[in-house]
């Protein structure tokens, strides 16, 4: 099931939702009850083993756990 990050336009909460159903729902911010919700583009999980360290990027607060290589504009979205 698809996990999809949505960011409130009124209080610029943050939160993931579990979608259950292709059909997208109209979301309702869990902290100020607004509907104004935009859906993030979000980066996907990827599996990797322990013996293998990713690429980081030199400003990342995850250090080499985030495997990202490079974060647009400086600053890390895996922070």
């Known amino acids: ?3 999809f990050e949505y960011r409130c336009e009124q209080c ?4 993931e939702v579990l979608q ?3 059909k997208a729902t109209k979301q309702t911010c869990a902290k100020c009850g607004s509907t ?3 859906k993030l583009l979000s980066a996907f999980a990827v599996g990797q083993s322990k013996a293998s360290s990713g690429p980081a990027c030199d ?3 995850a250090g080499p756990a ?3 290589g490079s974060c647009p504009g400086g600053t890390c979205p895996m922070a």
Do not use: D, E, L, Q
């Not at 610029?12 to 939160?15: D, E, S």
């Open 59 to 61: 400003s990342c607060a």
């Open 12 to 15: 610029g909460h943050v939160m």
């Open 36 to 38: 104004n919700m935009k």
């Open 1 to 3: 099931m698809p996990i």
């Open 66 to 68: 985030c495997g990202m």
């Open 20 to 22: 259950t159903s292709r």
